[in-house]
Protein backbone atom coordinates (compact mmCIF):
# COMPACT_ATOMS: atom_id res chain seq x y z
CA UNK A 1 0.00 0.00 0.00
CA UNK A 2 0.99 4.00 0.24
CA UNK A 3 4.52 4.59 0.96
CA UNK A 4 6.25 7.52 2.59
CA UNK A 5 9.16 9.02 3.33
CA UNK A 6 10.61 12.38 4.98
CA UNK A 7 14.57 13.81 5.16
CA UNK A 8 16.12 16.56 6.72
CA UNK A 9 19.57 17.10 6.52
CA UNK A 10 22.58 18.41 4.75
CA UNK A 11 22.27 16.44 1.80
CA UNK A 12 20.40 16.47 -1.39
CA UNK A 13 16.75 15.98 -0.47
CA UNK A 14 15.49 15.22 -3.63
CA UNK A 15 17.88 12.10 -4.53
CA UNK A 16 17.29 10.69 -0.86
CA UNK A 17 13.84 10.85 -1.61
CA UNK A 18 13.61 9.63 -4.58
CA UNK A 19 15.77 6.59 -3.92
CA UNK A 20 13.15 5.76 -0.96
CA UNK A 21 10.42 6.03 -3.33
CA UNK A 22 11.94 3.23 -5.67
CA UNK A 23 12.62 1.35 -2.18
CA UNK A 24 9.10 1.64 -1.85
CA UNK A 25 7.82 0.75 -4.91
CA UNK A 26 7.24 -3.04 -4.01
CA UNK A 27 4.19 -1.91 -1.49
CA UNK A 28 2.25 -1.62 -4.52
CA UNK A 29 1.09 2.12 -6.02
CA UNK A 30 -0.42 4.11 -8.76
CA UNK A 31 1.30 7.38 -8.57
CA UNK A 32 3.73 9.00 -6.78
CA UNK A 33 5.14 12.58 -5.37
CA UNK A 34 7.58 14.73 -3.94
CA UNK A 35 7.72 17.64 -1.81
CA UNK A 36 10.66 19.85 -1.03
CA UNK A 37 11.47 22.58 0.98
CA UNK A 38 13.08 25.74 0.15
CA UNK A 39 13.73 29.13 0.84
CA UNK A 40 10.47 29.23 3.18
CA UNK A 41 8.23 27.90 0.25
CA UNK A 42 7.63 24.17 -0.78
CA UNK A 43 7.55 23.13 -4.77
CA UNK A 44 6.29 19.66 -5.47
CA UNK A 45 5.44 17.38 -8.25
CA UNK A 46 3.26 14.71 -8.65
CA UNK A 47 3.04 11.45 -11.68
CA UNK A 48 1.03 8.94 -12.18
CA UNK A 49 2.05 5.75 -13.00
CA UNK A 50 5.42 4.34 -11.77
CA UNK A 51 8.07 6.27 -9.88
CA UNK A 52 10.38 6.16 -12.95
CA UNK A 53 7.50 9.31 -14.45
CA UNK A 54 8.05 11.46 -10.92
CA UNK A 55 11.99 11.01 -11.57
CA UNK A 56 11.74 12.23 -14.72
CA UNK A 57 9.74 15.43 -13.66
CA UNK A 58 11.43 15.96 -10.86
CA UNK A 59 15.14 15.89 -11.81
CA UNK A 60 14.51 18.35 -14.29
CA UNK A 61 12.88 20.84 -11.66
CA UNK A 62 15.55 23.03 -10.02
CA UNK A 63 12.75 24.03 -7.74
CA UNK A 64 13.14 20.62 -5.92
CA UNK A 65 16.79 21.04 -4.67
CA UNK A 66 17.08 21.26 -1.09
CA UNK A 67 17.94 19.60 2.16
CA UNK A 68 14.54 19.17 3.55
CA UNK A 69 11.64 17.05 2.24
CA UNK A 70 8.92 14.41 1.84
CA UNK A 71 7.57 12.10 -0.55
CA UNK A 72 4.95 9.35 -0.88
CA UNK A 73 3.64 6.48 -3.00
CA UNK A 74 -0.03 6.36 -3.52
CA UNK A 75 -2.45 3.26 -3.90
CA UNK A 76 -5.44 4.80 -4.26
CA UNK A 77 -8.40 5.03 -2.34
CA UNK A 78 -10.35 8.21 -2.28
CA UNK A 79 -10.16 9.41 -6.28
CA UNK A 80 -8.87 7.61 -9.03
CA UNK A 81 -5.50 7.29 -9.46
CA UNK A 82 -3.93 10.73 -11.64
CA UNK A 83 -1.19 13.47 -10.61
CA UNK A 84 -3.94 15.47 -9.17
CA UNK A 85 -5.27 12.84 -6.51
CA UNK A 86 -1.31 11.91 -5.74
CA UNK A 87 0.23 12.72 -2.95
CA UNK A 88 2.00 15.46 -1.15
CA UNK A 89 -1.22 17.93 -1.07
CA UNK A 90 -0.58 21.02 -0.31
CA UNK A 91 -2.80 23.78 1.66
CA UNK A 92 -4.16 26.16 -0.24
CA UNK A 93 -2.17 29.16 1.11
CA UNK A 94 1.37 26.91 0.31
CA UNK A 95 1.98 26.99 4.30
CA UNK A 96 1.32 22.86 4.40
CA UNK A 97 2.44 20.18 2.31
CA UNK A 98 1.44 16.60 3.72
CA UNK A 99 1.96 12.96 2.73
CA UNK A 100 -0.79 10.33 4.18
CA UNK A 101 -1.11 6.75 4.51
CA UNK A 102 -4.72 5.29 5.58
CA UNK A 103 -8.11 7.00 5.57
CA UNK A 104 -9.83 9.75 7.21
CA UNK A 105 -13.58 8.63 7.80
CA UNK A 106 -14.97 11.77 8.49
CA UNK A 107 -13.58 13.76 5.51
CA UNK A 108 -17.02 14.47 4.16
CA UNK A 109 -18.37 16.42 7.45
CA UNK A 110 -14.66 18.04 7.29
CA UNK A 111 -15.03 19.05 3.83
CA UNK A 112 -18.72 20.34 4.12
CA UNK A 113 -17.28 22.15 6.74
CA UNK A 114 -14.08 24.09 5.05
CA UNK A 115 -16.02 24.67 1.80
CA UNK A 116 -19.01 26.68 3.95
CA UNK A 117 -15.44 28.82 5.50
CA UNK A 118 -14.43 29.54 2.26
CA UNK A 119 -11.62 27.14 1.14
CA UNK A 120 -11.79 25.21 -2.11
CA UNK A 121 -10.30 22.05 -3.23
CA UNK A 122 -8.22 20.95 -6.26
CA UNK A 123 -8.40 17.02 -5.43
CA UNK A 124 -11.27 14.07 -4.48
CA UNK A 125 -8.83 12.67 -1.87
CA UNK A 126 -8.96 12.74 1.97
CA UNK A 127 -5.62 13.90 2.16
CA UNK A 128 -6.06 17.26 0.80
CA UNK A 129 -9.29 17.42 3.50
CA UNK A 130 -6.65 17.10 6.54
CA UNK A 131 -3.89 19.46 5.19
CA UNK A 132 -6.84 22.05 4.62
CA UNK A 133 -7.61 21.64 8.56
CA UNK A 134 -4.67 21.92 9.25
CA UNK A 135 -4.04 25.03 7.77
CA UNK A 136 -7.60 26.26 9.07
CA UNK A 137 -6.69 25.60 12.86
CA UNK A 138 -3.17 27.17 12.39
CA UNK A 139 -2.10 29.94 14.06
CA UNK A 140 1.46 30.11 14.41
CA UNK A 141 2.13 26.49 15.93
CA UNK A 142 2.44 23.92 13.63
CA UNK A 143 2.78 21.03 16.74
CA UNK A 144 -0.96 22.07 17.61
CA UNK A 145 -2.03 22.75 14.62
CA UNK A 146 -1.52 19.20 13.67
CA UNK A 147 -2.61 17.63 16.95
CA UNK A 148 -5.31 19.70 17.17
CA UNK A 149 -6.35 18.55 13.21
CA UNK A 150 -5.54 14.55 14.59
CA UNK A 151 -8.19 15.14 16.79
CA UNK A 152 -10.76 16.00 14.72
CA UNK A 153 -10.17 13.13 12.14
CA UNK A 154 -10.94 9.98 12.94
CA UNK A 155 -9.89 6.79 11.17
CA UNK A 156 -6.10 5.60 10.16
CA UNK A 157 -3.43 7.66 9.14
CA UNK A 158 0.32 8.13 9.21
CA UNK A 159 1.30 11.49 7.95
CA UNK A 160 4.64 13.22 7.34
CA UNK A 161 4.16 17.04 7.23
CA UNK A 162 6.48 20.69 5.85
CA UNK A 163 5.85 23.66 7.34
CA UNK A 164 7.26 26.50 5.77
CA UNK A 165 6.85 28.28 8.83
CA UNK A 166 9.75 25.62 10.77
CA UNK A 167 12.31 25.49 7.88
CA UNK A 168 14.27 22.06 7.94
CA UNK A 169 11.61 20.90 10.03
CA UNK A 170 9.43 17.22 8.74
CA UNK A 171 6.92 16.40 11.20
CA UNK A 172 5.30 12.83 11.84
CA UNK A 173 2.40 11.46 12.91
CA UNK A 174 0.08 8.57 13.68
CA UNK A 175 -2.26 6.47 14.27
CA UNK A 176 -3.52 2.95 12.90
CA UNK A 177 -0.39 3.35 10.11
CA UNK A 178 3.07 2.54 10.65
CA UNK A 179 6.06 5.12 10.92
CA UNK A 180 9.34 4.92 11.55
CA UNK A 181 11.75 7.25 12.38
CA UNK A 182 15.68 6.62 11.12
CA UNK A 183 18.43 8.10 13.35
CA UNK A 184 21.49 9.46 11.12
CA UNK A 185 24.00 11.46 11.75
CA UNK A 186 23.65 14.85 10.89
CA UNK A 187 20.42 13.57 9.46
CA UNK A 188 17.55 11.92 10.29
CA UNK A 189 14.45 10.31 8.51
CA UNK A 190 10.90 8.55 8.80
CA UNK A 191 9.20 6.16 6.57
CA UNK A 192 6.58 3.97 6.34
CA UNK A 193 8.78 0.79 6.60
CA UNK A 194 12.71 0.55 7.18
CA UNK A 195 12.90 -0.23 3.36
CA UNK A 196 12.66 3.36 2.86
CA UNK A 197 15.98 4.51 3.93
CA UNK A 198 17.83 1.23 5.00
CA UNK A 199 20.48 2.16 2.94
CA UNK A 200 21.34 5.23 5.35
CA UNK A 201 20.66 3.95 8.51
CA UNK A 202 19.83 1.34 10.55
CA UNK A 203 19.06 2.87 14.01
CA UNK A 204 15.10 3.76 14.30
CA UNK A 205 12.80 5.25 16.62
CA UNK A 206 9.04 2.87 16.41
CA UNK A 207 6.79 6.02 16.52
CA UNK A 208 3.35 4.25 18.79
CA UNK A 209 -0.51 5.39 18.01
CA UNK A 210 -1.18 8.73 18.90
CA UNK A 211 2.20 10.05 18.90
CA UNK A 212 4.08 13.43 17.19
CA UNK A 213 7.52 13.38 15.67
CA UNK A 214 8.90 16.58 15.34
CA UNK A 215 12.00 15.71 13.35
CA UNK A 216 15.20 17.96 13.10
CA UNK A 217 18.36 16.62 10.90
CA UNK A 218 20.24 16.67 14.40
CA UNK A 219 17.40 16.14 17.03
CA UNK A 220 14.19 14.36 17.21
CA UNK A 221 11.60 15.17 19.76
CA UNK A 222 8.62 12.80 20.43
CA UNK A 223 5.73 14.43 21.74
CA UNK A 224 2.10 12.64 22.92
CA UNK A 225 -1.24 14.58 21.94
CA UNK A 226 -1.39 16.31 25.29
CA UNK A 227 2.10 18.15 24.14
CA UNK A 228 4.21 16.24 26.45
CA UNK A 229 8.08 15.38 25.71
CA UNK A 230 7.90 11.54 25.79
CA UNK A 231 11.32 9.46 26.01
CA UNK A 232 11.90 6.55 22.85
CA UNK A 233 14.25 4.02 22.99
CA UNK A 234 16.65 3.72 19.54
CA UNK A 235 16.31 0.18 17.96
CA UNK A 236 19.11 -1.27 15.88
CA UNK A 237 17.37 -2.99 12.91
CA UNK A 238 19.12 -6.41 12.20
CA UNK A 239 18.04 -6.58 8.58
CA UNK A 240 21.05 -5.60 6.63
CA UNK A 241 20.97 -3.41 3.00
CA UNK A 242 21.18 -6.57 1.38
CA UNK A 243 18.15 -8.66 2.45
CA UNK A 244 16.55 -5.61 0.55
CA UNK A 245 17.77 -5.45 -2.55
CA UNK A 246 17.84 -7.85 -5.73
CA UNK A 247 21.67 -8.96 -5.06
CA UNK A 248 22.04 -10.23 -8.60
CA UNK A 249 18.68 -11.85 -8.75
CA UNK A 250 16.28 -10.83 -11.86
CA UNK A 251 13.27 -10.67 -9.03
CA UNK A 252 12.35 -10.32 -5.74
CA UNK A 253 10.29 -13.27 -5.41
CA UNK A 254 12.90 -15.65 -6.83
CA UNK A 255 15.85 -14.41 -4.20
CA UNK A 256 13.41 -15.01 -1.49
CA UNK A 257 12.16 -18.50 -2.38
CA UNK A 258 16.04 -19.11 -2.50
CA UNK A 259 16.46 -17.68 0.93
CA UNK A 260 13.88 -20.12 2.20
CA UNK A 261 16.49 -22.75 3.75
CA UNK A 262 17.90 -19.75 5.46
CA UNK A 263 15.12 -17.80 6.68
CA UNK A 264 13.41 -21.01 8.18
CA UNK A 265 16.63 -21.95 10.05
CA UNK A 266 16.76 -18.26 11.60
CA UNK A 267 13.22 -19.30 12.37
CA UNK A 268 13.61 -22.84 13.80
CA UNK A 269 16.98 -22.63 15.30
CA UNK A 270 16.46 -20.32 17.86
CA UNK A 271 13.51 -22.18 19.40
CA UNK A 272 15.19 -25.77 19.78
CA UNK A 273 17.00 -26.26 23.09
CA UNK A 274 18.94 -29.79 24.06
CA UNK A 275 17.37 -30.81 21.25
CA UNK A 276 13.24 -30.25 22.21
CA UNK A 277 11.28 -27.41 20.84
CA UNK A 278 11.08 -24.60 23.74
CA UNK A 279 8.79 -22.02 23.62
CA UNK A 280 8.45 -21.23 27.18
CA UNK A 281 10.08 -17.85 26.37
CA UNK A 282 6.39 -16.94 25.59
CA UNK A 283 5.29 -17.94 29.14
CA UNK A 284 2.13 -19.07 27.80
CA UNK A 285 -0.28 -21.35 29.58
CA UNK A 286 -1.55 -23.65 26.63
CA UNK A 287 -3.61 -25.58 29.53
CA UNK A 288 -6.06 -22.58 30.13
CA UNK A 289 -7.58 -23.00 26.47
CA UNK A 290 -10.35 -25.42 25.21
CA UNK A 291 -10.11 -24.06 21.64
CA UNK A 292 -8.03 -22.38 18.96
CA UNK A 293 -8.96 -19.94 16.59
CA UNK A 294 -6.75 -19.31 13.75
CA UNK A 295 -7.31 -16.01 11.83
CA UNK A 296 -5.42 -13.94 8.69
CA UNK A 297 -6.02 -13.22 5.26
CA UNK A 298 -4.15 -14.56 1.93
CA UNK A 299 -1.23 -16.60 2.78
CA UNK A 300 -0.87 -16.50 5.92
CA UNK A 301 -4.11 -17.66 6.23
CA UNK A 302 -3.27 -20.53 4.06
CA UNK A 303 -0.29 -21.25 7.08
CA UNK A 304 -2.89 -20.79 9.38
CA UNK A 305 -4.85 -23.73 7.32
CA UNK A 306 -1.52 -25.77 7.29
CA UNK A 307 -1.47 -24.88 11.29
CA UNK A 308 -4.46 -26.04 12.25
CA UNK A 309 -4.10 -29.19 11.10
CA UNK A 310 -0.73 -30.18 12.58
CA UNK A 311 -2.47 -28.72 16.09
CA UNK A 312 -5.26 -30.92 16.09
CA UNK A 313 -3.35 -33.86 14.52
CA UNK A 314 -0.58 -33.45 17.48
CA UNK A 315 -2.05 -32.15 20.23
CA UNK A 316 -5.85 -32.68 19.81
CA UNK A 317 -6.89 -29.08 20.59
CA UNK A 318 -9.75 -27.76 18.58
CA UNK A 319 -8.86 -25.35 16.14
CA UNK A 320 -11.41 -23.10 14.13
CA UNK A 321 -10.70 -20.56 11.00
CA UNK A 322 -11.82 -17.66 9.81
CA UNK A 323 -10.50 -15.28 7.62
CA UNK A 324 -10.01 -11.79 9.31
CA UNK A 325 -12.34 -9.80 6.63
CA UNK A 326 -15.11 -12.41 7.89
CA UNK A 327 -14.49 -12.84 11.43
CA UNK A 328 -14.95 -9.17 12.01
CA UNK A 329 -18.33 -9.33 10.98
CA UNK A 330 -19.17 -12.28 12.54
CA UNK A 331 -19.70 -12.03 15.94
CA UNK A 332 -17.64 -14.78 16.22
CA UNK A 333 -17.67 -17.86 19.47
CA UNK A 334 -14.75 -16.99 21.08
CA UNK A 335 -14.32 -16.36 25.11
CA UNK A 336 -11.63 -16.31 27.55
CA UNK A 337 -10.76 -19.80 27.14
CA UNK A 338 -9.84 -19.46 23.59
CA UNK A 339 -6.42 -18.64 22.31
CA UNK A 340 -7.06 -16.62 19.05
CA UNK A 341 -3.44 -17.20 16.57
CA UNK A 342 -3.35 -14.76 13.90
CA UNK A 343 -0.89 -14.60 11.20
CA UNK A 344 0.84 -11.42 9.51
CA UNK A 345 3.73 -11.62 7.56
CA UNK A 346 3.38 -7.66 7.66
CA UNK A 347 2.27 -7.01 10.83
CA UNK A 348 -0.15 -4.10 9.50
CA UNK A 349 -2.89 -5.69 7.54
CA UNK A 350 -6.46 -3.35 8.51
CA UNK A 351 -8.54 -6.67 8.20
CA UNK A 352 -6.26 -8.56 10.53
CA UNK A 353 -5.71 -5.80 13.22
CA UNK A 354 -9.60 -5.29 13.05
CA UNK A 355 -9.87 -9.41 14.18
CA UNK A 356 -7.78 -8.64 17.25
CA UNK A 357 -9.48 -6.24 18.63
CA UNK A 358 -12.51 -8.67 17.90
CA UNK A 359 -11.37 -10.91 19.57
CA UNK A 360 -9.79 -9.17 22.22
CA UNK A 361 -13.36 -7.11 23.10
CA UNK A 362 -14.67 -11.02 23.83
CA UNK A 363 -11.98 -11.74 26.47
CA UNK A 364 -9.32 -14.01 24.50
CA UNK A 365 -5.95 -13.98 24.21
CA UNK A 366 -4.38 -13.63 20.95
CA UNK A 367 -0.83 -15.03 19.99
CA UNK A 368 0.65 -13.10 17.11
CA UNK A 369 3.04 -14.94 14.47
CA UNK A 370 4.39 -12.07 12.51
CA UNK A 371 7.76 -11.12 10.85
CA UNK A 372 8.38 -6.91 11.50
CA UNK A 373 8.99 -6.52 14.64
CA UNK A 374 7.59 -3.57 16.57
CA UNK A 375 4.94 -3.54 13.81
CA UNK A 376 0.93 -2.72 14.24
CA UNK A 377 -0.04 -6.58 14.82
CA UNK A 378 3.10 -7.30 17.28
CA UNK A 379 2.08 -4.86 19.76
CA UNK A 380 -1.49 -5.45 19.96
CA UNK A 381 -0.90 -9.13 20.68
CA UNK A 382 -0.97 -10.58 24.08
CA UNK A 383 2.07 -13.21 22.89
CA UNK A 384 4.24 -12.78 19.92
CA UNK A 385 5.90 -15.43 17.82
CA UNK A 386 8.31 -13.66 15.08
CA UNK A 387 9.16 -15.62 12.31
CA UNK A 388 12.66 -14.48 11.62
CA UNK A 389 12.37 -14.39 7.77
CA UNK A 390 14.07 -10.87 7.32
CA UNK A 391 12.46 -8.69 4.85
CA UNK A 392 10.02 -9.52 1.95
CA UNK A 393 9.70 -7.43 -0.88
CA UNK A 394 7.84 -9.34 -3.70
CA UNK A 395 4.49 -8.71 -2.59
CA UNK A 396 3.76 -12.88 -3.37
CA UNK A 397 4.88 -13.95 -0.11
CA UNK A 398 7.03 -17.08 0.09
CA UNK A 399 9.48 -17.03 2.87
CA UNK A 400 7.15 -15.34 4.83
CA UNK A 401 4.67 -18.16 4.11
CA UNK A 402 7.10 -21.08 4.81
CA UNK A 403 8.64 -19.47 8.30
CA UNK A 404 4.92 -19.17 9.31
CA UNK A 405 3.82 -23.11 8.48
CA UNK A 406 7.50 -23.96 10.32
CA UNK A 407 6.36 -21.39 13.86
CA UNK A 408 3.21 -23.65 13.47
CA UNK A 409 4.84 -26.97 12.99
CA UNK A 410 6.44 -25.95 16.55
CA UNK A 411 3.58 -24.38 18.30
CA UNK A 412 1.96 -28.02 17.61
CA UNK A 413 4.61 -30.02 18.60
CA UNK A 414 5.64 -27.91 22.12
CA UNK A 415 1.63 -27.57 22.95
CA UNK A 416 1.45 -31.55 22.42
CA UNK A 417 4.00 -31.76 24.66
CA UNK A 418 2.66 -29.47 27.06
CA UNK A 419 -1.12 -30.96 26.98
CA UNK A 420 0.93 -34.64 27.38
CA UNK A 421 -0.42 -35.68 23.77
CA UNK A 422 2.72 -36.87 23.06
CA UNK A 423 5.75 -38.22 25.03
CA UNK A 424 9.42 -36.89 25.65
CA UNK A 425 10.44 -39.77 23.23
CA UNK A 426 8.32 -37.98 19.77
CA UNK A 427 9.09 -34.75 21.21
CA UNK A 428 12.32 -35.39 20.55
CA UNK A 429 11.60 -36.98 17.02
CA UNK A 430 9.48 -34.47 15.78
CA UNK A 431 12.05 -31.83 16.88
CA UNK A 432 14.96 -34.03 15.18
CA UNK A 433 12.34 -33.54 11.91
CA UNK A 434 11.85 -30.01 12.37
CA UNK A 435 15.40 -29.50 12.63
CA UNK A 436 16.27 -30.56 9.13
CA UNK A 437 13.50 -29.04 7.64
CA UNK A 438 16.45 -26.33 6.44
CA UNK A 439 17.64 -29.07 4.38
CA UNK A 440 14.81 -30.32 2.94
CA UNK A 441 14.35 -27.09 1.62
CA UNK A 442 17.35 -26.50 0.15
CA UNK A 443 16.67 -30.09 -1.22
CA UNK A 444 13.02 -28.87 -2.91
CA UNK A 445 15.05 -26.23 -4.37
CA UNK A 446 17.78 -28.16 -6.05
CA UNK A 447 15.21 -31.10 -6.93
CA UNK A 448 12.96 -28.79 -9.33
CA UNK A 449 15.68 -27.64 -11.96
CA UNK A 450 12.79 -29.04 -14.15
CA UNK A 451 9.97 -26.94 -13.06
CA UNK A 452 11.06 -24.07 -15.56
CA UNK A 453 10.69 -26.53 -18.39
CA UNK A 454 7.25 -27.66 -17.02
CA UNK A 455 6.46 -23.73 -16.74
CA UNK A 456 7.49 -23.56 -20.65
CA UNK A 457 5.12 -26.20 -21.55
CA UNK A 458 1.98 -25.17 -19.40
CA UNK A 459 2.59 -21.13 -19.04
CA UNK A 460 0.12 -20.72 -21.17
CA UNK A 461 -2.76 -22.44 -20.02
CA UNK A 462 -5.75 -19.84 -19.39
CA UNK A 463 -7.28 -21.69 -16.26
CA UNK A 464 -5.72 -24.13 -13.79
CA UNK A 465 -6.96 -26.36 -11.05
CA UNK A 466 -5.21 -27.77 -7.62
CA UNK A 467 -6.48 -30.31 -6.25
CA UNK A 468 -5.61 -32.46 -2.81
CA UNK A 469 -6.47 -34.14 0.35
CA UNK A 470 -5.67 -33.31 3.75
CA UNK A 471 -2.23 -31.77 4.12
CA UNK A 472 -1.56 -31.69 0.14
CA UNK A 473 -5.28 -29.40 -0.14
CA UNK A 474 -3.85 -26.66 2.39
CA UNK A 475 -0.54 -26.26 -0.10
CA UNK A 476 -2.90 -26.43 -3.21
CA UNK A 477 -4.81 -23.43 -1.53
CA UNK A 478 -1.11 -21.61 -1.46
CA UNK A 479 -0.32 -22.89 -4.61
CA UNK A 480 -3.14 -21.75 -6.37
CA UNK A 481 -2.94 -18.04 -5.09
CA UNK A 482 0.77 -17.51 -5.54
CA UNK A 483 -0.20 -18.79 -9.60
CA UNK A 484 -3.17 -16.40 -9.75
CA UNK A 485 -1.49 -13.49 -8.02
CA UNK A 486 1.60 -13.12 -10.24
CA UNK A 487 0.44 -14.16 -13.49
CA UNK A 488 -3.18 -13.42 -13.36
CA UNK A 489 -4.33 -17.12 -14.41
CA UNK A 490 -7.51 -17.96 -13.53
CA UNK A 491 -6.77 -20.76 -10.93
CA UNK A 492 -8.75 -22.70 -8.28
CA UNK A 493 -7.39 -25.14 -5.36
CA UNK A 494 -10.01 -28.21 -4.81
CA UNK A 495 -10.36 -30.67 -1.73
CA UNK A 496 -9.73 -33.68 -4.36
CA UNK A 497 -13.17 -35.63 -3.16
CA UNK A 498 -15.10 -32.27 -3.75
CA UNK A 499 -14.29 -32.18 -7.18
CA UNK A 500 -16.94 -34.76 -8.02
CA UNK A 501 -18.92 -32.23 -6.61
CA UNK A 502 -19.85 -30.19 -9.58
CA UNK A 503 -16.26 -28.45 -10.69
CA UNK A 504 -15.30 -31.78 -11.99
CA UNK A 505 -18.23 -30.07 -15.16
CA UNK A 506 -14.84 -28.10 -15.68
CA UNK A 507 -12.73 -30.47 -16.63
CA UNK A 508 -12.29 -31.21 -20.76
CA UNK A 509 -9.97 -31.70 -22.85
CA UNK A 510 -6.50 -30.18 -22.40
CA UNK A 511 -7.23 -28.40 -18.93
CA UNK A 512 -4.08 -28.69 -16.37
CA UNK A 513 -5.01 -30.35 -13.47
CA UNK A 514 -2.08 -29.59 -10.74
CA UNK A 515 -2.41 -32.75 -8.29
CA UNK A 516 -1.12 -32.63 -4.97
CA UNK A 517 0.32 -36.48 -4.36
CA UNK A 518 2.34 -36.05 -1.43
CA UNK A 519 0.39 -37.18 1.69
CA UNK A 520 1.11 -41.26 1.09
CA UNK A 521 -1.99 -42.56 3.38
CA UNK A 522 -3.60 -40.76 0.61
CA UNK A 523 -2.33 -41.78 -2.17
CA UNK A 524 -4.40 -44.44 -3.82
CA UNK A 525 -7.40 -41.66 -3.02
CA UNK A 526 -5.92 -38.80 -4.72
CA UNK A 527 -4.63 -41.30 -7.76
CA UNK A 528 -8.27 -42.41 -8.63
CA UNK A 529 -9.00 -37.99 -8.59
CA UNK A 530 -6.22 -38.45 -11.57
CA UNK A 531 -8.00 -41.37 -13.21
CA UNK A 532 -11.12 -39.27 -12.85
CA UNK A 533 -9.78 -35.78 -14.87
CA UNK A 534 -7.94 -38.00 -16.98
CA UNK A 535 -10.56 -39.57 -17.92
CA UNK A 536 -12.24 -36.20 -18.80
CA UNK A 537 -8.99 -35.25 -21.33
CA UNK A 538 -7.24 -33.15 -18.45
CA UNK A 539 -3.36 -33.03 -18.27
CA UNK A 540 -2.12 -34.01 -14.59
CA UNK A 541 0.70 -32.20 -13.09
CA UNK A 542 1.51 -34.32 -10.26
CA UNK A 543 3.44 -33.13 -6.96
CA UNK A 544 4.98 -36.02 -5.48
CA UNK A 545 7.28 -37.20 -3.10
CA UNK A 546 10.52 -38.38 -5.41
CA UNK A 547 10.34 -41.79 -3.93
CA UNK A 548 7.14 -42.51 -5.70
CA UNK A 549 7.20 -44.87 -8.56
CA UNK A 550 3.31 -45.21 -8.75
CA UNK A 551 2.61 -41.46 -9.68
CA UNK A 552 5.23 -41.47 -13.24
CA UNK A 553 2.42 -44.19 -14.46
CA UNK A 554 -0.69 -41.99 -13.80
CA UNK A 555 0.69 -38.20 -14.50
CA UNK A 556 1.79 -36.22 -17.63
CA UNK A 557 4.64 -34.78 -16.00
CA UNK A 558 5.86 -34.79 -12.09
CA UNK A 559 7.06 -32.05 -9.54
CA UNK A 560 9.61 -33.60 -7.13
CA UNK A 561 9.65 -33.19 -3.39
CA UNK A 562 11.63 -34.43 -1.22
CA UNK A 563 10.85 -37.12 1.15
CA UNK A 564 9.80 -35.72 4.36
CA UNK A 565 7.61 -36.87 7.11
CA UNK A 566 3.84 -36.47 5.94
CA UNK A 567 3.20 -33.85 9.04
CA UNK A 568 5.69 -31.94 8.16
CA UNK A 569 6.22 -31.78 4.62
CA UNK A 570 3.89 -29.00 3.51
CA UNK A 571 6.60 -26.64 4.37
CA UNK A 572 8.52 -28.66 1.17
CA UNK A 573 5.80 -29.63 -1.24
CA UNK A 574 5.09 -26.19 -2.01
CA UNK A 575 8.73 -24.74 -2.69
CA UNK A 576 8.03 -26.42 -6.37
CA UNK A 577 4.47 -24.82 -6.67
CA UNK A 578 6.36 -21.85 -5.71
CA UNK A 579 9.08 -21.98 -8.63
CA UNK A 580 6.35 -23.12 -10.56
CA UNK A 581 4.08 -20.22 -10.20
CA UNK A 582 7.68 -17.63 -11.10
CA UNK A 583 8.66 -19.62 -14.13
CA UNK A 584 4.80 -19.76 -15.51
CA UNK A 585 4.23 -15.92 -14.60
CA UNK A 586 7.88 -14.78 -16.06
CA UNK A 587 7.37 -16.54 -19.19
CA UNK A 588 3.75 -14.57 -19.53
CA UNK A 589 5.82 -11.34 -18.94
CA UNK A 590 4.32 -10.77 -15.48
CA UNK A 591 5.47 -8.02 -13.48
CA UNK A 592 6.08 -10.75 -10.95
CA UNK A 593 7.55 -8.82 -7.94
CA UNK A 594 4.60 -5.99 -8.02
CA UNK A 595 1.94 -7.79 -9.44
CA UNK A 596 -1.25 -5.44 -11.01
CA UNK A 597 -3.70 -4.21 -7.96
CA UNK A 598 -2.35 -5.81 -5.51
CA UNK A 599 -0.16 -4.15 -2.41
CA UNK A 600 2.50 -5.70 -0.25
CA UNK A 601 0.78 -4.89 3.30
CA UNK A 602 -3.08 -4.26 2.71
CA UNK A 603 -3.46 -1.02 5.35
CA UNK A 604 -6.99 -0.42 4.34
CA UNK A 605 -9.80 -2.60 4.64
O1 LIG B 1 1.14 -9.10 5.72
P1 LIG B 1 0.12 -10.19 5.87
O2 LIG B 1 0.74 -11.54 6.02
O3 LIG B 1 -0.89 -9.91 6.93
O4 LIG B 1 -0.65 -10.20 4.48
C1 LIG B 1 -1.74 -11.04 4.26
C2 LIG B 1 -2.08 -11.12 2.80
O5 LIG B 1 -2.43 -9.86 2.31
C3 LIG B 1 -0.92 -11.68 1.96
O6 LIG B 1 -0.53 -12.95 2.39
C4 LIG B 1 -1.32 -11.77 0.48
O7 LIG B 1 -2.29 -12.74 0.29
C5 LIG B 1 -0.09 -12.02 -0.37
N1 LIG B 1 -0.18 -11.24 -1.57
C6 LIG B 1 0.08 -13.42 -0.77
O8 LIG B 1 1.21 -13.65 -1.55
Redo the contacts with the bound molecule.
Keep these: MCGIIGFTGTGDARGIILDGLKRLEYRGYDSAGIAIQRNNEINMVKAQGKVDNLVNLAVANDKLIGTCGIGHTRWATHGIPNDINAHPHMSEDGKFAIVHNGIIENQAEIKEKLLKKGMTFKSETDTEVMVQLLSFNYNGDIKKAIMKTVSEVTGSYGIGVLCTDNPGVIYAAKVASPLIIGIGVGENYFGSDITAFINHTKNVIDLDDNELAEIHKDKVIIYDYKGEEIKKEIRKVTWDIAAAEKSGYEHFMIKEIMEQPAAIKATIEPRIKNGKIDFDELNLDILKYNRVLIT ?5 YYAGCVGKLVIEKLARLHVSMDVASELRYSDPMIDEETLVIV ?4 G ?2 AD ?1 IAAIKEAKSKGATVLAIVNVVGSTIAKLSDYVIYTWAGPEIA ?3 TK ?1 YTTQVAVFYMFAVWAAKKLNKIDDKQLEEYTNIIKHLPERAQRALDLNAKVKTLADKYYHNKSIFFIGRYFDYAVCLEGS ?2 LK ?1 ISYIHSEAYAAGELKHGTIALIDEGRLVVAACCYEPLLDKIISNIQQVKARGAEVLALAMEDNKKIFKEADDVLLVPKTNELFMSLVEIIPLQLFAYYVAKNNKCDIDKPKN ?1 AK ?2 TVE
Design positions: ACGSAVSQSETTVATGLKELSV
